[in-house]
């Protein structure tokens, strides 16, 4: 009798703990088969572009370059070239030049190829430079990445529209490419005021793009030759700065090799003329630009990222010296 006392107690503590064991092994189950679940809803989940490619680049009217925001080591030449470009109804514009810019094309700039849009994948098909096949990335509302997967690098472009885009501060922001914007230019005046010095005989002055080797050359020759048959006595380089709490005024300096530098405060009279006043005689003196470069490719005009790359590597070894 007592044996088979022992035998039933034994038995029900049995059971209480395969039935324990079963609630723990069925609870398990369930919650891996929760957290799978979960899984399973994160892996599916894609996140759908809210609008079209096309509808994206057509929102803006202007999409400004921001060249300086650049990566990679190539170039994609026509994006190279602009300060703007602009997608309408399967056209692509671009404000290549400084001259005229707000007003060519009613803002838009040269009508400089087609496009069209595959996804989020953007082709273009360039007047001079040909197709390319580019990536786009929204990165807000109104900035996006364009990727060019041959040559590995970015371009960042932001949008606006016409009404409130400044165009005076892309013209002053970017002025030492204005200056290249002409083969040459002619002085047209001289004030009466301001004390004798050695560039009141300099009666041209030429501005070359940047990465060509010495960018800069004047010369003495009598005004109004033609522009091919000017000869050029000085060489050597310029650089253009900012006036601390002065937008519209700069200085440009002129690095005469072998003769020193001179000095002057620039300003914008229109799109063909500049004022520069001599700092060390108050001499001011008005330069005309002749034969105006209308660019669609970027042969001239801003530096690849190699010759950025070259020309910070040069200013380097000359400070250095």
């Not at 807000?140 to 005076?168: A, K, M």
């Not at 204005?178 to 301001?194: C, R």
């Not at 500049?274 to 034969?291: A, D, N, R």
């Not at 669609?296 to 000359?318: T, V």
Request: with cysteine; glycine share 8%; aromatic share 16%.
């Amino acid at each position: 009798m007592f044996w088979f006392q022992v035998n039933e107690i034994e038995n029900t503590k049995l059971m209480k703990t395969l039935k324990l064991l079963s609630v723990i092994i069925l609870g398990s189950m369930l919650l891996t088969s929760c957290v799978a679940e979960v899984i399973i809803e994160e892996d599916v989940f894609i996140e759908e572009p809210s609008i079209s490619l096309n509808t994206l680049l057509t929102s803006y009217e202007i999409w400004y370059v921001d060249i300086e925001r650049t990566q990679g080591n190539g170039e994609i030449p026509f994006l190279q070239k602009a300060f703007t470009v602009s997608f309408r109804n399967g056209a692509f514009f671009a404000n290549n030049n400084l001259v005229g810019i707000g007003s060519n094309g009613n803002g838009f700039g040269l009508d400089v190829g087609f496009y069209d849009t595959f996804g989020m994948d953007l082709e273009i098909d360039h007047d001079l430079d040909g197709v390319y096949r580019l990536e786009i990335s929204q990165l807000s509302g109104n900035q996006i990445e364009v990727y060019d997967s041959v040559t590995n690098t970015s371009y960042y472009l932001n949008g606006h529209q016409r009404s409130t885009f400044d165009y005076d501060r892309v013209f002053y922001d970017n002025i030492h490419y204005f200056l290249q914007e002409y083969e040459t230019w002619e002085k047209v005046y001289t004030s009466d005021f301001g004390a004798l010095n050695e560039f009141d005989n300099e009666n041209y002055l030429k501005f070359a793009y940047f990465g060509s080797g010495d960018n800069f050359n004047s010369s003495q020759d009598q005004n109004g030759i033609p522009i091919n048959d000017i000869f050029y006595d000085y060489t050597g380089y310029y650089e253009v700065n900012d006036i601390a709490n002065n937008f519209y005024r700069k200085t440009l300096t002129l690095d005469y090799d072998y003769l020193g530098n001179e000095f002057f405060e620039l300003s914008v009279i229109n799109d063909s003329k500049i004022e520069l006043l001599h700092e060390p005689s108050g001499t001011v003196y008005h330069f005309k630009g002749l034969g105006l470069l209308q660019f669609k490719s970027s042969g001239k005009g801003k530096p690849s990222q190699n010759q950025k790359k070259r020309l910070k590597k040069a200013d380097f070894m000359k400070l250095s010296k």
